[in-house]
């Protein structure tokens, strides 16, 4: 039993990295530019379930908090989640772990998987924008017609693909007993 949480633990610590080097990766499409965090946090938590695809996501977070430039641009501190895009990547966290409870709750396959990571869309730009709001002391439309509008047809694809894909990889690892 120790070994393999040991054996989680160290997956969880692989997907932190994974979702760091996503979020370098941006796609320049206007108005606003996009990173593949978030694509990474939802194939996190399909394939790892609630509690290492939360971790790991924790992790990736607390990383970023701490000082290491994981964040996009390289960036990094805790001056990041207290700025207006702050409230996007602390939602990340309760969005891995409703994909994961869902998952474990329901079944791992791509139907639910796409159900949950929808879901798990409108988690991290709601949280996001409202935070948004308040950090930047916009009014409630321009926070949502600036910090929600621009991602939700780009967010929702990503989900798709996470969905997917993600079931997919997590069926292949339990097959091959890797989790």
């Known amino acids: 039993m120790r070994n393999e949480r040991l054996k989680m633990m160290i997956v969880a610590a692989l997907f932190a990295a994974i979702i760091a080097v996503a979020a370098q990766i941006m796609i320049n499409i206007p108005p606003v530019p996009f990173t593949l965090m978030t694509i990474a946090v939802m194939l996190t938590a399909t394939i790892l379930g609630a509690k290492y695809g939360t971790l790991a996501v924790t992790v990736y977070v607390l990383m970023g908090i701490i000082g290491i430039p994981v964040f996009a641009g390289m960036k990094g501190g805790f001056g990041i989640i207290l700025g207006p895009t702050g409230g996007y990547l602390v939602a990340i966290i309760p969005a891995a772990l409703f994909v994961g409870w869902y998952l474990d709750t329901f079944q791992y396959s791509?139907?639910?998987?796409?159900?949950?990571?929808?879901?798990?869309?409108?988690?991290?730009?709601?949280?996001?924008?409202?935070?948004?709001?308040?950090?930047?002391?916009?009014?409630?439309?321009?926070?949502?017609?600036g910090g929600m509008l621009p991602f939700v047809l780009p967010d929702l694809a990503k989900a798709v693909v996470a969905a997917v894909i993600g079931i997919i990889i997590r069926t292949r690892l339990v097959a091959a007993k890797l989790i």
Do not use: M
């Open 110 to 145: 791509k139907v639910q998987a796409i159900i949950a990571n929808i879901i798990a869309v409108f988690i991290i730009l709601i949280l996001g924008s409202i935070w948004l709001k308040v950090a930047a002391e916009l009014p409630w439309n321009a926070a949502f017609k």
